[in-house]
């Protein structure tokens, strides 16, 4: 058991960053650092940039059901603030959508701390209305205070996520996954850290011989 506590230090927390780590630790019964560590501009900017990094999807089926192909298109919402819809971008006829896509807003903690990205299928016919394929959530003011991902996000060294599309009131029921990522820095100084850009790669030229 030592051990293991011993390798899960050296894995979560770097020999440079355990300085604040243990005194993030100690304020955990001092409720004025606390408030003071969680709460302070020094730790959450009065306006912070959210990056979506919106790489491509993979959907069970469409609108119609087993076997449909879909026209998908993503929405995402911050809050009850912030609404977006890419219903313009839709893919036309494919249940594997490249979207390649890096969107920007800026967001204040704690009003807007709840992200949801929706997967839609667009209707392009004369009748009907557009449906919801699936969606994914993610808090983005736990992901702000854990500590495992801020190192990360400071390093620039955010891993892609594959994250499942449940069904609209039904949990259990996975329609697809979107691979994506979410980044974070504040408002002031978003400039001096330029998103990342996103390019679909080349097309590779594979040869087959029988």
């Not at 604040?20 to 003071?36: F, G, T």
């Not at 996103?198 to 011989?209: G, H, S, T, V």
Request: proline letters at 6%.
């Amino acid at each position: 058991e030592e051990e293991q506590a011993e390798e899960l230090w050296e894995t979560e927390w770097p020999h440079h960053d355990r300085p604040e780590m243990l005194d993030r630790l100690s304020a955990i019964w001092d409720e004025a650092r606390l408030r003071k560590l969680y709460k302070s501009k020094d730790h959450v900017p009065n306006r912070i940039r959210v990056r979506l990094y919106l790489v491509k999807a993979v959907c069970i089926c469409g609108k119609d059901g087993p076997g449909s192909i879909a026209n998908p298109y993503l929405r995402f919402t911050i809050g009850k603030e912030t609404k977006v819809d890419l219903k313009a971008t839709f893919k036309p006829e494919t249940n594997s959508p490249d979207f390649y896509r890096v969107e920007e807003r800026d967001v204040v903690f704690p009003m807007e701390t709840r992200l949801e990205v929706q997967l839609w299928d667009c209707n392009t016919g004369m009748m009907g209305s557009d449906g919801l394929i699936g969606c994914t959530t993610i808090d983005l003011q736990d992901r702000w205070h854990s500590w495992k991902w801020k190192n990360a996000n400071d390093y620039n060294q955010l891993p892609w996520e594959g994250r499942a599309l449940w069904e609209r009131g039904n949990p259990d029921i996975a329609k697809g996954t979107l691979t994506m990522w979410v980044q974070m820095v504040s408002s002031t100084g978003a400039s001096e850290l330029p998103a990342t850009r996103l390019r679909k790669p080349p097309d590779a030229e594979l040869e087959i011989r029988l």
